[in-house]
């Protein structure tokens, strides 16, 4: 059996890479240069529990648990990102827009910006809410 056969039936079964395998490597990367200007066995303890897990990640047969983990991580990550959005946003729109909270539903809505108190109806769950600006 030529080598690359073999490699492909190893493979076979197995998880691979997803966007958690790669924040992981960038994270492996971070803590291992860290390392060398930091130098401490915590550091490279830990840049080896990084590596050690993504490889056991990207190896493992237990395709539905890796995806759960790789789910988790972005709902993690997209909360991150979504929040910096939403600021960069109301910074953009603060001379024209106020964004305010849907109490029911929790949306963010944004609305023109006209003093006074006015009601605002939710797109999302169709409640109507008094909203100050
Ligand atoms: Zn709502």
Redesign the pocket.
Known sequence: MKFRDRIARFMYGRYGTDELYRFLFIAFYVVFILNLFIRSIILSALSLAILIWATYRSFSKNIYGRRAENAKYLKIKNSFVNFFKLQKNKWRDRKTHVYRK?P????VLRLPKKKGIHTAR?P??S?NFEVKV
């Open positions: 849907c029911t539903c929790g949306a939710c999302g769950c409640n």
